[in-house]
């Protein structure tokens, strides 16, 4: 792996562990009730590893995304992926993989082909 490489993979670990600690922060002051996030960080893995390695996560929605995002900086898809949004009721793309919401994500990538605008 080259050096660039690890320099990327490494800045996206640590803005995917930033990103985690900032709304889990923001949840435990908003609702203190135990989060059921754990379920998010085995697609982050994976999102992790297609772009140090290549290889297509198990995922299909996710592989998908990840393609159509394949030139995209670490820290901007990461942002795609996590950040919520009022039209899928303040959840994040990466929810809406991990929940297998193949309609709202088909829509999403149909917007993408389009630079999402309608």
């Known amino acids: 792996m080259s050096t660039e490489w690890q320099v990327a993979l490494a800045a996206l670990i640590f803005a995917a562990g930033c990103v985690l600690i900032v709304r889990w922060m923001s949840r435990r002051l908003a609702d203190p009730a135990p989060a059921e996030d754990d379920h998010l960080l085995p697609l982050l893995r994976s999102v992790i590893e297609h772009r140090a390695t290549g290889a297509d996560p198990e995922n299909e929605l996710l592989s998908r995304v990840l393609e159509k995002h394949r030139d995209d900086e670490p820290v901007v898809l990461l942002d795609i992926l996590t950040a919520p949004d009022t039209a899928w009721e303040d959840r994040s793309l990466l929810e ?9 994500v088909q829509r999403y990538l149909a917007q993408q082909e389009r630079d999402g605008f309608p």
């Open 96 to 104: 809406l993989i991990a929940a297998g919401d193949a309609e709202r």
